[in-house]
C-alpha cells in the first residue's frame, strides 16, 4: 500500500477499522523511517523536526524540535532520561487521538522509538486515559510485536540504542492531561502540577531530564524523517508544517474527524466536510479546540484554523476538535454543562481554581434556573479576570475562563433575558437543552 502524501496520519488506516500487524506495517513501509532515523544523530532529528516547523497538537502549540533540544546533552547531562506522551485524552469534545491510537498502534509505537531516540532516552511511557481500552490492548500488542522485531529491545536493529515502552493506564482525571501533573501521577503519586521552574526538559520524571509530547505531535515524526521537512511544510496552508485532525461534533450533518492541511478554514470544515447544519438548526458560534477554547462567532467562520489565525478571532486551535453552538442550545445551560466538568475535575491544589471554579458553577447553575441576580454577570466576569495563569499553578481554570470570558462578551443578552425574566427561555422549546 502506497502512502498517500496529502493525510499521512490516517494513510494506513483501514476499512472496517481494524489495525495493521507488524508485518502489514511494514509491508506498508513502515519502520522505514525507524531505520533511516538509526543512520542518523540525534542531533540531526531534532534539526530535521526543528526545520519542519511541527508544533505541539495537544492545545499548547509549542515547537516540537525547541522541546526536544531543550534537554540536556553532552559527557556531563543526564544519562537517565525519558519521553512520555500524553495520551490522556479528556478534553471537553477531543477524540482525535483515540483515533490514532486505535487505528493506527504501530504507527504511535514507531513516533515513540524515534522520538526517544533523539533525546537519547532509554524508557518511554504511553500514558492512555483509562477509558480508552481498546486503545491499551492494540498499543500493548504492537509494542510485543515490535520487539518480536527487534524494533525495541537492548539492540534496536543492531544499533546499539535500547528502549522500553510501558504503556500505562491513567487513573482518570482531567489533570493527569497537564504535563507536569502527569509525571506526578506516573511517579504513584497524587496528580498534581508543578511549579515552574524546573521544566521538565531539565527534572521532570523522577527528577530526571524528560520530553511529554502528545499523540498526535510524535505520529508526524515518522513521515518527516522519511520525507524530509520540505515535503512535510509543503502540506500546509500556513507558515507552520503538516496536516491537522480536525474533528467536528454538535448538530452538523457529518459529525467526525478529517485529516486536513493545518490551516484549512473553519467554514470549509463546517460547510465542505461535517456538511453543514442539520435541517432547520444554524451555527452560532463555535468552540474551535475543544472545551477550553474561546467562542468563534459566525462573522469569523472564514478564519484559518492554524496557530497564528486563530489568535486574531481572540481564540485557539487547541486540539482542533470543534463543537458547533447551534440557535436552538442555551448558550448559557451550554456554559453550565462545560463548567462543571471544569469545577468537578480541579485537583484542588491551588485556592483559586479549587474554590473559584464551583462558584462559577453555581452562578451560571442559578441564572439557568431562574433565580440569577443583577450582580451576578459582573462576579463571572471577575473570575475570567482572576482566574489566569499568574494565579494558578496550571492551566485548567484559565482554560476554564476562555469559553466563560468570550461568553460574557457574545451573549451577554441572552444572559441578561435569564435574569430578567427568572427563567430559562430555551426550556420552553420543544427541544430545550437537551
Not at 500524553?86 to 522520538?115: G, Y
Not at 450582580?375 to 481554570?397: E, I, M
Request: with cysteine.
Amino acid at each position: 500500500m502506497e502512502k498517500q502524501l496529502t493525510a499521512p496520519l490516517t494513510a494506513m488506516i483501514q476499512p472496517g477499522g481494524m489495525p495493521l500487524d507488524v508485518t502489514g506495517y511494514e509491508h506498508a513501509g513502515g519502520y522505514q523511517a525507524l531505520r533511516k532515523a538509526l543512520a542518523m544523530t540525534p542531533e540531526a532529528i531534532i534539526a530535521e523536526v526543528k526545520r519542519s516547523k511541527l508544533r505541539g497538537r495537544g492545545g499548547g502549540g509549542f515547537p516540537t524540535g525547541r522541546k526536544w533540544e531543550a534537554v540536556p546533552a553532552g559527557p556531563g547531562a543526564p544519562r537517565q532520561r525519558y519521553l512520555v506522551v500524553n495520551a490522556d485524552e479528556m478534553e471537553p469534545c477531543s477524540f482525535k487521538d483515540r483515533l490514532l491510537l486505535e487505528r493506527t498502534p504501530h504507527q504511535m509505537i514507531e513516533a515513540v522509538i524515534i522520538s526517544a531516540f533523539a533525546i537519547q532516552a532509554d524508557i518511554a511511557y504511553i500514558f492512555v486515559r483509562a477509558e480508552y481500552v481498546l486503545a491499551i490492548q492494540r498499543l500493548t500488542r504492537a509494542a510485543a510485536e515490535a520487539q518480536s522485531r527487534g524494533y525495541l529491545g537492548a539492540n534496536i536493529l543492531g544499533s546499539g540504542f535500547a528502549l522500553t515502552i510501558h504503556v500505562h493506564a491513567s487513573g482518570g482525571r482531567y489533570i493527569c492531561g497537564e504535563s507536569s501533573a502527569l509525571l506526578t501521577a506516573l511517579e504513584g503519586r497524587r496528580p498534581l502540577p508543578r511549579s515552574r521552574p524546573p521544566r521538565s526538559a531539565m527534572s521532570g520524571l523522577w527528577g530526571k531530564p524528560s520530553v511529554v509530547n502528545n499523540v498526535e505531535t510524535l505520529c508526524n515524526v515518522p513521515h518527516i524523517i522519511e520525507r524530509g521537512a520540505d515535503w512535510f511544510l509543503s502540506l500546509s496552508r500556513c507558515a507552520d508544517g503538516g496536516t491537522k485532525l480536525y474533528g467536528m461534533s454538535g448538530r452538523v450533518k457529518r459529525p467526525g474527524l478529517w485529516e486536513l492541511p493545518l490551516g484549512t478554514a473553519l467554514i470549509e470544515i463546517l460547510e465542505e466536510h461535517a456538511g453543514g447544519m442539520q435541517p432547520g438548526y444554524e451555527c452560532r458560534a463555535v468552540l474551535p479546540g475543544g472545551g477550553s477554547t474561546a467562542f468563534v462567532m459566525r462573522d469569523d467562520f472564514d478564519v484559518a484554523m492554524d496557530f497564528t489565525s486563530m489568535r486574531k478571532v481572540g481564540s485557539s486551535v487547541g486540539t482542533g476538535n470543534i463543537l458547533a453552538l447551534d440557535d436552538r442550545r442555551c448558550p448559557v445551560g451550554m456554559l453550565h454543562n462545560l463548567e462543571h466538568f471544569f469545577a468537578q475535575e480541579s485537583c484542588g491544589w491551588c485556592t483559586p481554581c479549587r474554590d473559584g471554579l464551583p462558584w462559577v458553577e453555581r452562578i451560571l447553575a442559578a441564572i439557568e434556573a431562574g433565580e440569577g441576580e443583577a450582580g451576578d454577570l459582573d462576579t463571572l466576569a471577575h473570575h475570567v479576570s482572576f482566574l489566569h495563569s499568574d494565579s494558578t499553578f496550571c492551566d485548567l481554570a484559565p482554560g476554564a475562563m476562555a469559553p466563560l470570558g468570550s461568553a460574557l462578551k457574545h451573549f451577554r443578552a441572552e444572559f441578561e433575558q435569564h435574569i430578567r425574566e427568572k427563567r430559562c427561555p430555551w426550556h420552553d422549546t420543544a427541544e430545550g437543552w437537551a
